[in-house]
Every structure is written in structure tokens, then in C-alpha cells.
């Protein structure tokens, strides 16, 4: 039973070019959250996805910041023109239904590099 | 504006030892509040949560405990163990129907042998 997975685990970029970001989630699981995480601090919430809709978008930055979650496959957050302070951990979480208990299934996390 | 925050940065502990980890939370409107641990290069792991109407909750060898009163809430961690080294990371939930949680900074727990 796999749990979330997010590729790649490590992604380096240089300024102005773009990443993108992809996560599977757990089987059965149709509510993603896309989570940021500079180093030494906590989690930060940047989007929530169900199939083909973004539900709660408030904590993505408005500009070269973009999330979806198409009908068949993985959801994918992209980064255009990627600056140094993009740098970070971006942690994906799942969960079965929309719920607000906080408990969600997290990924290993992609880390961004911008050199 | 809201946040959650811990006191202490890091903790050590020894192998057995009970364990208490603290956090402050100010925003009173929130539902759910949430410890969760993180292992060096992984992602956080879910270890319990408290709802707002309650003061206690119980899990194995873990008790979180909220106080509404003075917006605090603790993880205790009874016989610690080396694999309880983490990150241990306080979060509530303010909005209703789906998790956008807002995270603390972390305390580091280090349990040696």
C-alpha cells in the first residue's frame, strides 16, 4: 500500500527557469494539499486540490506559482522563473475525504534548489 | 497575525525519560489542533490530534493536553525512546471542512541511550 509519493526528491535550477513538482496520492485519496517548508521552519499551507478543482489557493504566491490536479494523473505544482528564495522543501499530503481533523498523509517532499 | 509558536527549540532527553514538548497557539477560533513528528529528510507523520472541546487526549505512550484558557497546548511522550528523535512540529486547523493547517516551528527532541 504506497503511500504519497512526490518526484523528484531533489530538483536543482538555476534563476529564471521553471520547476515542476509532482504527487501521486495515496490510493483512494482524491484531497491533496500542497505545504512549503523553509529551512528551520515549520510547514507552510499553499494550496488544496480535489480532482480537476482548486479548493483553497490562499497561501500560494499570486505570481509564477501555479497547482493542478487533472482528472488522471498526479497533481503538479509549478514554479516559473524560480528565484533563490524559492529554495525549499514543497511536502504534498492526501487525504480519503475533505476533512478538517489536520490529519493528512505527507510525502518524503521535493527539495528545490536554486542556484 | 495568527500564529503558532513553541517555546523551546530543542530537548534532550534520556532513553526512558517522560517527555514534554509545549506550544502556544493564538488563534481561539480554531477546531483542531495537531502534533505531528518529522524525521530527518521526511515528511511530517501524523501523531495525534485534540479537538477544540476537549482538554485531553490520549494515545499510545502519547497525551496531548489543551488549554484553552491560556492557549496552550502540550505532546507528552511517556518512556521515551532513540526513535522518538525528531522534529515534533504543533499545528491547529483554522478553517472548517478541509486542512489548512497552520504549523509551529518545531522542537527538536533528542532521546540518548
Known amino acids: 500500500n504506497a503511500g504519497v509519493m512526490q518526484n523528484p526528491r531533489h530538483l536543482v535550477r538555476r534563476r529564471g527557469q521553471e520547476a515542476r513538482l509532482r504527487c501521486s496520492p495515496m490510493k483512494g485519496h482524491s484531497h491533496v494539499y500542497w505545504y512549503r517548508q523553509l529551512p528551520e521552519e515549520g510547514l507552510k499551507f499553499m494550496v488544496y486540490l480535489q480532482k480537476e478543482n482548486i479548493i483553497d489557493e490562499s497561501g500560494m504566491p499570486k505570481e509564477r506559482f501555479s497547482a493542478e490536479f487533472p482528472k488522471e494523473g498526479p497533481s503538479i505544482l509549478r514554479i516559473q522563473q524560480v528565484v533563490r528564495g524559492d529554495s525549499a522543501a514543497y511536502f504534498c499530503?492526501?487525504?480519503?475525504?475533505?476533512?478538517?481533523?489536520?490529519?493528512?498523509?505527507f510525502g518524503e517532499g521535493s527539495r528545490l534548489t536554486v542556484l | 497575525g495568527e500564529s503558532v509558536g513553541l517555546h523551546l527549540p530543542t530537548l534532550s532527553v534520556q532513553e526512558g525519560d517522560n517527555s514534554i514538548i509545549n506550544c502556544a497557539y493564538s488563534?481561539?477560533?480554531?477546531?483542531?489542533f495537531i502534533w505531528y513528528k518529522q524525521e530527518s529528510g521526511k515528511g511530517p507523520q501524523f501523531i495525534i490530534d485534540i479537538r477544540s472541546n476537549m482538554d485531553k487526549r490520549q494515545g499510545q505512550r502519547v497525551t496531548v493536553l489543551l488549554n484553552k484558557t491560556v492557549k496552550h497546548l502540550s505532546l507528552q511522550i511517556a518512556a521515551t525512546q532513540p526513535g522518538d528523535s525528531a522534529v515534533y512540529f504543533c499545528?491547529?486547523?483554522?478553517?472548517?471542512?478541509?486542512?489548512?493547517?497552520?504549523f509551529g516551528k518545531g522542537t527538536m527532541l533528542l532521546v540518548s541511550p
Open positions: 488563534n481561539s477560533a480554531s477546531d483542531y
Open positions: 499545528a491547529e486547523n483554522p478553517v472548517s471542512g478541509y486542512s489548512t493547517l497552520t
Open positions: 499530503a492526501s487525504s480519503p475525504v475533505s476533512e478538517n481533523t489536520g490529519e493528512l498523509f
